[in-house]
């Protein structure tokens, strides 16, 4: 399984990007699929999954801000961010999820990674 992010770049604040996950080795709409984040100097924070029926869940704070959607025939995952603020500065990344998974994630039900693609916010 492999899985390549792409979409970050620089982004004014109030601004939005959307984030690619294209995968290889696999379909996507055979597992569940999530995005994370690590800020600078911070730990992994679980951002959004969309489930194998296609159930979307996302993290509290950021809820209402991203989407999160698949394209089986383009076999991506994406995450569309709006109304972007300087502490989504972070790397994004995309993984698979272990069966079983919950909600927020714990480190462990994440399976397979992306190398991240990184979203600066300037104020």
């Known amino acids: 399984a492999q899985l390549i992010e792409s979409g970050g770049g620089l982004v004014q604040s109030g601004g939005s990007v959307r984030l690619s996950c294209a995968a290889s080795g696999f379909a996507v709409s055979n597992v569940a699929m999530s995005w994370a984040r690590r800020a600078p100097g911070k730990g992994l924070e679980w951002v959004s999954s969309?489930?194998?029926?296609?159930?979307?869940f996302y993290e509290d704070t950021i809820k209402g801000r991203v989407t999160i959607s698949r394209d089986n025939a383009k076999n991506t995952v994406y995450l569309q961010m709006n109304s972007l603020k300087p502490e989504d500065t972070a790397v994004y990344f995309c993984?698979?999820?272990?069966?079983?998974?919950?909600?927020?994630?714990?480190?462990?039900?994440?399976?397979?990674w992306g190398p991240g693609t990184g979203v600066t916010v300037s104020s």
């Open positions: 993984a698979t999820m272990r069966s079983g998974w919950g909600i927020p994630p714990i480190l462990g039900e994440y399976q397979y």
């Open positions: 969309i489930a194998i029926d296609g159930t979307t």
